[in-house]
């Protein structure tokens, strides 16, 4: 007797539009994660999605201006648009304007976002597809495979003038570290080549739980940033190499001091991204920013003492209400002394409900344009300076990405050096790649030629 073949219901599709900064990255994965495990599938454009989520950016006011010229496009092209992320706390202002959204839901409130996406495209329900269970956090990856972010905690307990991430994000709220230490443990053992540590506020880890102690491989560790620190050193691919750990948005407090040592022993990647924001100590003080700029000095000479190659990368505002030609000169004069490796700045832009929008003197819009051109100019100096002293030097890295074979049959790569995180920093070009190179893959490189923001080279060990 013939039987008739049982059809399976096709899939609904998500498409995911990420805006914003890296944490926010780490939302849309766990979003895509949940939603695949309940039976979604992806879509990589807007026509073949039943639904599109717009995960948004509200940090500053051209932020807000890209994330609702997002969800404008996607309802131009899509029509049903979901919408979640930092500025879902403004849903009146986003319904105002885009009268059709399907739901409006806050920063990572990820089940309110499932719910609305079961809403909008029910999942197909089968017995032959849905005893799958639940995979964990981050088996879906928005980034290449060999390198993946490690949220280690949300919100921030800090009151700075110019920000609203506590409004936006809550305060502080620390992930268990036994529950960071598996998560890192997973990725690594599924492929990632370089984990970067982000948070609002890296060193306060475990503040709001009073660093309290977990069992993690028959051993007590605290959730305290050290204890993180050196439990990731100890982690190793599959292949027996130790995967660069890299540690973003790190305060300059005290007990940073303990993870140098880690970056000298090859345990962490040496590199350090420090918000300083400014040097002034007038415009730190109007910034509520937590601060001594002179101490910052002597660390940075004695982190450079313990571990010469280190990389400090930081960013900078420019034209705070307040901030006078002394307060900049200063900014520049520090930087001289500093030495930092990578810097970006920022013209001072207005936050709705920042409390800086209240303060006195603002800086003409010229003003700040040409103390933007004058700082940019300063760090690029610094930059070709401590790039070019690389000449000669064999450095590690790691591949990025392998290109085409050019009429002559050379091959060429992008990597990045320790010194380079992905996204904002510089990279590392190189030339006659060997046959095999991928991805993900480590290699020693002789540095040929730099300029202000990049490196030059041949593979000499792969």
């Known amino acids: 007797m013939a039987t008739t073949p049982i059809i399976l219901p096709d899939a609904p599709k998500v498409g995911?539009?990420?805006?914003?900064?890296?944490?926010?990255?780490?939302?849309?994965?766990?979003?895509?994660?949940?939603?695949?495990?309940?039976?979604?599938?992806?879509?990589?454009?807007?026509?073949g999605a039943d639904v599109v989520l717009v995960n948004t950016c509200g940090f500053l006011d051209s932020a807000k201006e890209e994330s609702l010229a997002a969800i404008g496009e996607a309802i131009a092209e899509n029509g049903r648009v979901i919408v979640t992320g930092c500025m879902g706390n403004e849903a009146d202002a986003i319904r105002a304007k885009f009268p059709s959204v399907l739901a409006v839901t806050g920063a990572h409130q990820y089940e309110a976002v499932v719910e609305?996406?079961?809403?909008?495209?029910?999942p197909s329900i089968s017995p032959y597809v849905d005893l799958i269970p639940q995979a964990d956090p981050g088996d879906v990856k928005l980034t290449p495979r060999h390198y993946s972010y490690l949220k280690i905690s949300e919100g921030c307990n800090h009151a700075c003038s110019f920000c609203i991430i506590p409004d936006l994000r809550g305060k502080l709220a620390s992930r268990r570290i036994d529950a960071v230490l598996r998560e890192a443990e997973k990725l690594v053992a599924a492929g990632t080549r370089e984990l970067?540590?982000?948070?609002?506020?890296?060193?306060?880890?475990?503040?709001?739980?009073?660093?309290?102690?977990?069992?993690?491989?028959?051993?007590?560790?605290?959730?305290?940033?050290?204890?993180?620190?050196?439990?990731?050193?100890?982690?190793?691919?599959?292949?027996?190499?130790?995967?660069?750990?890299?540690?973003?948005?790190?305060?300059?407090?005290?007990?940073?001091?303990?993870?140098?040592?880690?970056?000298?022993?090859?345990?962490?990647?040496?590199?350090?991204?420090?918000?300083?924001?400014?040097?002034?100590?007038?415009?730190?003080?109007?910034?509520?920013?937590?601060?001594?700029?002179?101490?910052?000095?002597?660390?940075?000479?004695?982190?450079?003492?313990?571990?010469?190659d280190i990389a400090v990368r930081s960013s900078f505002v420019v034209g705070f209400p307040g901030e006078t030609?002394?307060?900049?000169?200063?900014?520049?004069?520090?930087?001289?002394?500093?030495?930092?490796?990578?810097?970006?700045?920022?013209?001072?832009?207005?936050?709705?409900?920042?409390?800086?929008?209240?303060?006195?003197?603002?800086?003409p819009e010229a003003i700040k344009e040409e103390r933007y051109a004058r700082i940019m100019a300063k760090t690029e100096a610094i930059s070709a300076?401590?790039?070019?002293?690389?000449?000669?030097?064999?450095?590690?890295?790691?591949?990025?990405?392998?290109?085409?074979?050019?009429?002559?049959?050379?091959?060429?790569?992008?990597?990045?050096?320790?010194?380079?995180?992905?996204?904002?920093?510089?990279?590392?070009?190189?030339?006659?790649?060997?046959?095999?190179?991928k991805a993900g893959d480590f290699a020693e490189v002789l540095v040929e030629d730099a300029d202000a923001h990049d490196l030059f080279g041949v593979i000499t060990k792969a």
Not at 31 to 37: P, V
Not at 331 to 358: H, I, K, S
Request: hydrophobic content about 40%; glycine content about 6%.
């Open 116 to 122: 609305a996406v079961h809403e909008a495209a029910p």
């Open 16 to 47: 995911m539009v990420s805006l914003g900064c890296p944490k926010a990255l780490v939302d849309s994965e766990r979003i895509l994660t949940r939603l695949r495990a309940d039976g979604y599938a992806m879509s990589a454009d807007y026509a």
């Open 196 to 308: 970067l540590v982000i948070s609002q506020d890296t060193s306060a880890y475990g503040v709001d739980v009073r660093h309290e102690t977990r069992q993690w491989k028959g051993r007590e560790v605290r959730t305290h940033m050290t204890d993180l620190a050196r439990e990731l050193g100890q982690l190793r691919t599959p292949d027996g190499e130790t995967p660069w750990v890299r540690l973003h948005y790190v305060y300059p407090y005290p007990h940073v001091d303990a993870v140098i040592p880690l970056m000298a022993e090859g345990l962490l990647t040496p590199y350090l991204d420090i918000p300083f924001q400014h040097a002034s100590p007038s415009v730190l003080k109007r910034m509520k920013r937590p601060a001594n700029e002179a101490k910052v000095l002597e660390r940075l000479k004695a982190w450079r003492e313990v571990c010469p």
């Open 325 to 363: 030609e002394a307060d900049f000169q200063y900014l520049l004069d520090w930087l001289d002394e500093a030495q930092l490796d990578r810097v970006g700045a920022f013209r001072f832009e207005p936050v709705a409900g920042a409390a800086a929008n209240d303060l006195p003197d603002p800086v």
């Open 385 to 437: 300076a401590k790039l070019a002293a690389k000449v000669g030097r064999t450095v590690r890295v790691i591949i990025d990405e392998v290109g085409e074979p050019d009429q002559d049959g050379d091959v060429g790569a992008t990597a990045r050096s320790q010194a380079d995180a992905p996204e904002i920093d510089g990279a590392v070009y190189l030339r006659n790649v060997p046959e095999g190179l």
